[in-house]
C-alpha cells in the first residue's frame, strides 16, 4: 500500500494552493492508495474524513502538523489542539495517553546544512547530533522522503 503520510490543503495551511478534493483527486491519479490529511494545526473530524473518504472511494487518514519549539511533528491519534503542544514533552504526554504516533515532519530543517566547502566531516557531526537529538526520541517515526526536500536532504533523514 502507498500511502503519503504528509500533505496539506487549501485553505488550512498556507503551504499548499489545492482543495482537499483536487489534493485527494491528483493522488489518485498518481496511484497512491491513500493519504494523510495533516494540515498544519488543523484536525479533521471523523464524519470529515468518512464523508471524502466515501466521495472519493479512497482512504483517507486524519492527522496534524503540529509546530513545536523542537520542529515540526506529523501526529495520529488526537482529536483536537491543546493549548501546550508547543512543547515537545506535553505533546508527547497527550499522544501517548490517547494511544497515537509522532513522526518528526522533515527533520533535517534545522539541522541540516549542505556541507560546506572545504570542511570536510561537517556532515557527518550533523549526522551524530541528529541521531541523539531528545526531540528525534519523543517520535515513534521520522519521515524519510518529504517531496518538497531536495535529494540532499532526504538522504539526511534517511
Not at 1 to 13: A, E
Not at 31 to 57: A, N, P, Y
Not at 105 to 111: C, E, G
Amino acid at each position: 500500500m502507498l500511502i503519503d503520510i504528509h500533505t496539506h490543503s487549501y485553505p488550512n495551511s498556507d503551504d499548499s494552493f489545492m482543495t482537499v478534493d483536487e489534493l485527494i483527486e491528483g493522488s489518485k491519479s498518481l496511484g497512491l492508495d491513500g493519504i494523510c490529511l495533516t494540515d498544519h494545526d488543523v484536525f479533521w473530524t471523523d464524519e470529515q474524513i468518512r464523508d471524502l473518504s466515501s466521495k472519493h472511494d479512497f482512504l483517507v487518514i486524519p492527522g496534524c502538523e503540529i509546530n513545536t519549539e523542537a520542529g515540526h511533528v506529523l501526529v495520529f491519534g488526537l482529536s483536537e489542539y491543546q493549548f501546550g503542544m508547543h512543547r515537545p514533552e506535553f505533546l508527547q504526554a497527550s499522544v501517548d495517553k490517547a494511544e497515537g504516533v509522532m513522526i518528526a515532519a522533515h527533520p533535517y530543517r534545522r539541522r541540516f546544512l549542505e556541507e560546506p566547502a572545504g570542511r570536510p566531516g561537517v556532515r557527518e557531526e550533523m549526522l551524530e547530533r541528529a541521531r541523539g537529538d531528545e526531540f528525534f526520541q519523543l517520535c515513534q517515526g521520522i519521515e524519510a522522503l518529504n517531496g518538497r526536500g531536495l535529494a540532499i536532504q532526504n538522504e539526511f533523514s534517511l
